[in-house]
């Protein structure tokens, strides 16, 4: 009897068995099941890669974290070399914290005499903690205590 189909071959190959008979299809077909294999793997450690990096996974570890998860993003966002898109991510990640004195500590980022902040940040972090319903109140409060210092940036 032959086997043909690549899902008996990946069958076999997986369980440990061997083809019967050193046919050169049954050669080329555990080599192309091989391949498949390595490329899922591939794609697999590409996936693991980008969640270590995605906003969400900052986003949790914020809002669930202690206060040394917040003290890592905050020196990322204010260490010079840091690349905008890390900090932009680290800021965003903390918009969604739920400590008001965080909150609070965030949004007087945007008057801190010391910390160079591009405009768009300063708007990025408004726009998250906006959405952020634990952020809300407080942002709202800071915009109307402080538009005339804003609209003049």
């Known amino acids: ?20 008979g050193p046919s050169l299809q049954n050669r080329t077909s555990t080599k192309i099941v091989q391949v498949r294999i390595r490329r899922r793997l591939r794609y697999l450690n590409l996936l ?16 669930y974290g202690s206060q040394s998860e917040w003290t890592f993003a905050w020196n990322i966002t204010r260490h010079p070399h840091t690349q905008l898109s890390e900090r932009r991510k680290m800021l965003k990640a903390m ?4 400590d008001s004195t965080r909150i609070k500590k965030l949004l007087a980022r945007v008057l801190h005499p010391n910390i160079k902040q591009d405009p768009k940040e300063t708007s990025l972090i408004f726009n998250r903690l906006i959405l952020n319903p634990s952020a809300r109140p407080n942002t709202l409060n800071f915009l109307l205590s402080n538009w005339g210092f804003l609209e003049k940036q």
């Open 1 to 20: 009897m032959r086997v043909n189909t690549s899902a008996s071959v990946e069958l076999f190959v997986f369980s440990g068995l061997s083809l019967t």
């Open 48 to 63: 693991i890669a980008r969640s270590a990096n995605s906003e969400s996974m900052w986003c949790t570890a914020i809002r």
């Open 95 to 98: 918009s969604c914290t739920t």
